[in-house]
């Protein structure tokens, strides 16, 4: 069955980086979209970035100019480089692949944010 498998997650030191993988196994996926959503305990889960199969990109306005997500269709593997980081970006971080009816989710990895 589809597994997808987030790495990458840890405490960082506000202004530091770092960068999330998330890895496809038990099926294609070069026609799936792929996103980064985030959640903090008693708020909704939100997108934080996007990508679709042409590689177009989208962010929400609280990440832009900081993160930057990619894709490698290669690996199954869709990446988070996040820089800048803010207090107010610690969550866990959940991985997502979506083709029309079929939608994954990863088990998610924490960021935490904090000097």
């Known amino acids: 069955q589809v597994q997808l498998v987030e790495s990458g997650g840890g405490l960082v030191q506000p202004g530091g980086s770092l960068r999330l993988a998330c890895v496809g196994s038990?099926?294609?996926?070069?026609?799936?979209?792929m996103g980064w959503y985030r959640q903090v305990p008693g708020k909704q889960r939100e997108l934080v970035a996007f990508?679709?199969?042409?590689?177009?990109?989208n962010y929400a306005d609280s990440v832009k100019g900081r993160f930057t997500i990619s894709r490698d269709n290669s690996k199954n593997t869709v990446y988070l480089q996040m820089t800048s980081l803010k207090p107010e970006d610690t969550a866990v971080y959940y991985c997502n692949f979506k083709l029309s009816r079929f939608e994954y989710w990863g088990q998610g990895t924490q960021v935490t944010v904090s000097s």
């Open positions: 990508i679709n199969s042409g590689a177009n990109t």
């Open positions: 038990g099926g294609i996926f070069r026609f799936y979209a």
